[in-house]
C-alpha cells in the first residue's frame, strides 16, 4: 500500500502510549509534524475566500517538492506519496474538495486537524456521522447532496433509539460553533466535510480505507510460524510424490505423447488386472490416494471383505454415487440405501452411532444429494482409522505389490514419416471408458440380482431374512443382525440359525431354482441345485455358486448353499464360531474370500453345525 | 417536576459534550495552546460532575417502581440519550489523551500542524461553564502534567458507564426517537447570515455574483439617471 520509501525514512520512532497506529503511520504523521517546521517544512500561503483570509494553505506544487527534497525519492515516487496523503485525509484540497489528489499545478491544500487523522482504533462512527449530516442539515436549511440524504434516512433507521441525542448534540455543536472566529468557524467546516469524504466516501469515489485501516489483524505480525508449517508440508508432499510424477520421474513404459506408445494408458487403466508398482505404492501414502483410484479401492475391499466390513466401502461408493450421480433419482437411491445400509435389520448394516444415524434418518425425510454426508464423513474416518492401517499391513495388500508390475521403458520410436505429419493417437476415450464402466456394471449386476431376486420369491410366510440373500449375493458379507448370528458365506454348506418357529433354517426351499445347470436333488426337500453363475476367479467381490455337490449328503433342514466339494477332498472342520453383529473390522485374523479351489477354512464366524 | 430536572441537567451535559468535542478538535493544530488544555480540563471536569448528577438523579427515577408507564419510557428515552452522551464523552476524552501525548506543547521540535486556525477557543469554553469569562490560572506546563489526570478520570467514566449497564438494564433498541428526520430543521435557530453566506457563497458563486453584478447595474443606472435629471433640472432652471 505504502510506497516502500515510507519504511526506508529513517526517521525515529515517534513514541506513542498507546498501539493504536502501526508503524508507517506513525511515520507519516512524523512527516506531517516536519512539514510544519517554519525553517524546512513547507511554505504556507494565505488563501482568500470572498472577503477573508484563511492562513496555512499550501500549494501542491510545494508538497510534491518538499517530499522529494526530504525523502531523496523519485518524482514519480513522490507523486505517489503525496496522492495517498490526500486520499488518506492528512491534506485535503481546497479548490475541489471531492478531488482527493494531489495536483502540482497552484491548487492549494491545507493540513488536516490531528482529530481527523485516519487511525485504526478511531473508526469514522455512525453516530458521528449522523450528528455531522443533521449539522449540514441545519446549516443549509435541508439541502443535502443525495447519497447524504440517503444515509441520512439510512441511519435514521439503523440508529433510531439515539436519534433524539443526534439531534440535540447537532443543535449544540452548531451553537458552540458559533462561539469561534468566523474563519475558524469555515476553517472548521472544510475539515469536516474534507474528513467525512474521505470516510463516507460519495458514491463514485475512489474509497481508499476500504481494505486499508480496517483491517482486523496486525499486519506487522509474525506470521513466520505458520509459513514455516506450510512450507514443511509443502517440501514432504513433493518428496512423497516425487517418483509418482510423470513429468518429474518420467513415465513407464513411455510417455504416449512423445512416443505415441499408447501402452501406459493401457498399464493403467481404471480397472486394470495388475496394476503398476507406482500405483500400488501410492496407495500407501495416504487414505485419500487409496480412495482415489478405483483399483486400489477394489482391492481394499477384498481385505474389508476378509475383515466382514466391506459394506462400509460399499456404502462409501454407494454415497459417492448418490451425491455425483443422476438427480433425477436422488429419492430412489436414497431409498435404496436407506433399505440397504441403514435400516434397522437391514442386509448390510453399517455401524454408525446412535446420533449419526438420527440426523441421517432425519434427513431421509427428505432426500438430496448430500443427505448421506454425516454418516458417510464417519465410515470414511472409520475405515481411514482402522482398517486402513490393517490394510497397508495385509497379505491382500502385500501381494498386490508384489504382483504389481514395473514396465519397461522402451525407446522413443524413430520416426518412419521423416517429411510428414505423424497422426499421433490419442488416450482412451473418456465417453468409450464410461461405456465399458456401465457395462461390465451391468453384468455384475444382471449376475448377481438373480440369488437376490430368487431368495426373496421365497417362503412368503416367514421374512426372508436378510443375511441369506446377502450371503449368496454378496460374498464375505455376515449379516451382522443383532438378533441373527452370521449366516454363510458363499462356498460352505452351513446352517442358518434363524429366530422362528423351529431354530432351524425356514428357507428350506430356498429357491436355487434359476437356470440351474445340473439338476439334481438334494435330500431333505431341497430344490434343485443352486445357479451357477460363471465362476469369475480373481475377482473379488463375486460369489461363484457352483451347482449342488453331488450327494452331498445333506441333513434335512440344512441350507444347501453352492459350493460343491470335490469328491474326495476333506471336509472342511466344523468350527462353531459365533460373530458378534458388530464384529466387522474388529480381531480374527482375515481369512481369504470365496477360494475357487475348495480350500478347507470355513469362513469365520459361519456356523457349521453338526447335525 | 423530576422529569424537567432530568431534562435540565441532561441538556446541561448535552451542551458541555458538544464544546468538549470542539475543544477536542483544535488539540495539536494551531489553536493549539496552555489555555487550551486547561479549558479541556476545566469542561471536562464539568462534563463529569453533571454525568454524574445525571446518573444519580435517572438511577433513582428508574429504580422507583411507583412510576407510570408512560413516564417510565419517557425516563427510559432519557437513559438512552445520556448513555450515548457519556460514550462519546468518554471517546473524546480518550482522543484527548492520545492527542495530548503526541502533541506536547513545549518541545521545541514539534511543530503545531498548520490548521488554518488563528483564534482562540475561549469563547466555547466559556459557554461550555456557563461564565462570561474564562479565567486561566494553571502552569505553564499543563499539557504534561494533566494528562494522568485525565488517564484517571477516563477510568472514572468508564468504571461508571459499566456499573451503569449492570444497575439499569434498558435496552436500548426499544426507545424511540421522538423527533423525526429533519427536526432540526424546525428548530428555532437563529442562522447567521454572514456564516451561511460565506460557505454558501462557495458553492453558488456564479449565482451570487451573477445577481450582485445585476443588482449593481441596475442601481447605478437608477442612480445616473437621477443625476442627469438633477442635472437637467438644475440647467434648466
Known amino acids: ?611 | 417536576m423530576v422529569k424537567e430536572e432530568c431534562k435540565a441537567l441532561l441538556d446541561a451535559l448535552n451542551k458541555v459534550t458538544a464544546c468538549y468535542r470542539h475543544m477536542v478538535l483544535t488539540i495539536g493544530g494551531t489553536s493549539d495552546s496552555q489555555n487550551l488544555r486547561e479549558e479541556l480540563k476545566k469542561t471536562r471536569q464539568k462534563a463529569q460532575e453533571l454525568a454524574v448528577a445525571n446518573r444519580n438523579k435517572l438511577t433513582t427515577v428508574l429504580k422507583d417502581k411507583t412510576v407510570s408507564k408512560e413516564d417510565k419510557a419517557e425516563f427510559e428515552r432519557l437513559w438512552v440519550i445520556f448513555s450515548t452522551c457519556l460514550e462519546i464523552l468518554e471517546i473524546d476524552m480518550r482522543r484527548a489523551l492520545e492527542l495530548g501525548h503526541e502533541f506536547p506543547l513545549n518541545v521545541p521540535k514539534k511543530h503545531l500542524i498548520q490548521t488554518g486556525m488563528s483564534g482562540g477557543t475561549s469563547g466555547v469554553a466559556a459557554r461550555a461553564m456557563s461564565v462570561q469569562n474564562m479565567k486561566y490560572e494553571a502552569e505553564h506546563n499543563i499539557d504534561v502534567v494533566d494528562l494522568k489526570d485525565l488517564e484517571n478520570e477516563i477510568n472514572q467514566v468508564g468504571e461508571m458507564m459499566y456499573e451503569m449497564e449492570m444497575k439499569v438494564s434498558v435496552p436500548q433498541w426499544t426507545v424511540e426517537a421522538k423527533q423525526d428526520p429533519g427536526a432540526e430543521l424546525k428548530s428555532t435557530i437563529s442562522v447567521g447570515a454572514s456564516s451561511i453566506g460565506m460557505i454558501s457563497v462557495e458553492e453558488n458563486k456564479s449565482f451570487c455574483d451573477i445577481s450582485k453584478v445585476l443588482a449593481g447595474i441596475i442601481f447605478s443606472a437608477v442612480l445616473i439617471i437621477a443625476i442627469v435629471l438633477a442635472v437637467c433640472v438644475v440647467k434648466l432652471s
Open chain 1, 1 to 611: 500500500m505504502l510506497p516502500r520509501a515510507v519504511v526506508v525514512l529513517g526517521l525515529p520512532p515517534v513514541h506513542s502510549c498507546n498501539t493504536s497506529h502501526p508503524r508507517h503511520a506513525l511515520q507519516i504523521e512524523a512527516l506531517m509534524m516536519e512539514m510544519q517546521n517554519p525553517d524546512t517544512g513547507i511554505k504556507t500561503q494565505t488563501q482568500k475566500v470572498m472577503i477573508t483570509n484563511i492562513p496555512h494553505a499550501v500549494a501542491g506544487n510545494d508538497i510534491l517538492q518538499w517530499i522529494l527534497q526530504r525523502l531523496q525519492i523519485t518524482e514519480e515516487e513522490a507523486l505517489h506519496l503525496g496522492d495517498l496523503f490526500v486520499k488518506y485525509g492528512y491534506i485535503y484540497p481546497l479548490q475541489e474538495p471531492k478531488n482527493l489528489t494531489l495536483r502540482t499545478d497552484g491548487s492549494l491544500y491545507r493540513f488536516q486537524t490531528p482529530y481527523f487523522w485516519p487511525a485504526q482504533s478511531w473508526p469514522a462512527d455512525d453516530t458521528d456521522y449522523a450528528i455531522y449530516l443533521a449539522k449540514k442539515n441545519i446549516k443549509r436549511k435541508g439541502i443535502l447532496e443525495e447519497y447524504e440524504k440517503e444515509h441520512y434516512n439510512m441511519l435514521n433507521q439503523k440508529i433510531n433509539y439515539k436519534w433524539d441525542f443526534v439531534i440535540m448534540q447537532a443543535k449544540e455543536q452548531y451553537k458552540a460553533g458559533k462561539e469561534r472566529k468566523k474563519e475558524d468557524r469555515y476553517a472548521l467546516d472544510c475539515q469536516e466535510r474534507a474528513y467525512w469524504l474521505v470516510n463516507r466516501t460519495p458514491p463514485g469515489m475512489l474509497n481508499v480505507l476500504e481494505y486499508g485501516l480496517d483491517r482486523a489483524t496486525d499486519p506487522n505480525e509474525n506470521k513466520v510460524n505458520q509459513v514455516r508449517q506450510l512450507v514443511c508440508w509443502l517440501v514432504k508432499y513433493s518428496e512423497q510424490f516425487l517418483s509418482n510424477d510423470p513429468i518429474l520421474s518420467g513415465c513407464l513404459p513411455s510417455n504416449p505423447w512423445v512416443t505415441d506408445d499408447p501402452d501406459f494408458w493401457d498399464l493403467n487403466a481404471k480397472l486394470v488386472e495388475v496394476p503398476t508398482r507406482t500405483r500400488v505404492e501410492r496407495w500407501a501414502f495416504n487414505f485419500s490416494e487409496l480412495m482415489r483410484d478405483p483399483k486400489g479401492r477394489q482391492n481394499f475391499q477384498l481385505f474389508l471383505k476378509k475383515e466382514f466390513s466391506g459394506e462400509n466401502l460399499s456404502f462409501w461408493e454407494a454415497c459417492e454415487d448418490l451425491k455425483y450421480g443422476d438427480q433425477s433419482k436422488v429419492k430412489e437411491k436414497a431409498e435404496e440405501i436407506y433399505k440397504l445400509f441403514l435400516a434397522p435389520g437391514a442386509r448390510r448394516w453399517i455401524n454408525i452411532d446412535g446420533t449419526t444415524m438420527g440426523i441421517t434418518v432425519k434427513g431421509l425425510k427428505h432426500p438430496h444429494r448430500y443427505v448421506l454426508d454425516a454418516a458417510q464423513t464417519h465410515i470414511y474416518m472409520l475405515m481411514k482409522k482402522d482398517s486402513y492401517g490393517r490394510y497397508l499391513k495385509s497379505p491382500v495388500y502385500k501381494e498386490m505389490l508384489a504382483k504389481a508390475v514395473v514396465p519397461q521403458e522402451t525407446v522413443k520410436k524413430s520416426s518412419n514419416f521423416p517429411f510428414g505429419r505423424r497422426h499421433l493417437r490419442s488416450s482412451p476415450s473418456p465417453i468409450i471408458l464410461r461405456q465399458q464402466e456401465e457395462e461390465a456394471k451391468a453384468k455384475e449386476a444382471a449376475t448377481t440380482v438373480d440369488i437376490t431376486q430368487v431368495m426373496s420369491k421365497l417362503d412368503p410366510s416367514s421374512p426372508l431374512p436378510e443375511g441369506v440373500s446377502a450371503a449368496l449375493g454378496f460374498p464375505g458379507r455376515l449379516c451382522q443382525q443383532p438378533a441373527f448370528p452370521a449366516c454363510c458365506l458363499g462356498s460352505w454348506s452351513c446352517r442358518c440359525h434363524f429366530p422362528g418357529t423351529s431354530g432351524m433354517l425356514a428357507v428350506t426351499d430356498l429357491g436355487c431354482s434359476a437356470s440351474a445347470p445340473s439338476p439334481h436333488t438334494s435330500e431333505g426337500g431341497m430344490p434343485n441345485g443352486c445357479p451357477e453363475l460363471p465362476p469369475e476367479a480373481g475377482q473379488p467381490g463375486h460369489l461363484s455358486l457352483p451347482p449342488a455337490p453331488p450327494g452331498g449328503g445333506m441333513a434335512q433342514g440344512r441350507v444347501k448353499l453352492c459350493r460343491p466339494y470335490p469328491l474326495g477332498s476333506n471336509r472342511p472342520s466344523l468350527e462353531q464360531r459365533w460373530v458378534t453383529p458388530q464384529g466387522a473390522g474388529r480381531g480374527g485374523p482375515p481369512q481369504s474370500a470365496s477360494n475357487p479351489s475348495g480350500d478347507v477354512h470355513p469362513p469365520k464366524g459361519c456356523i457349521l453345525g453338526t447335525p
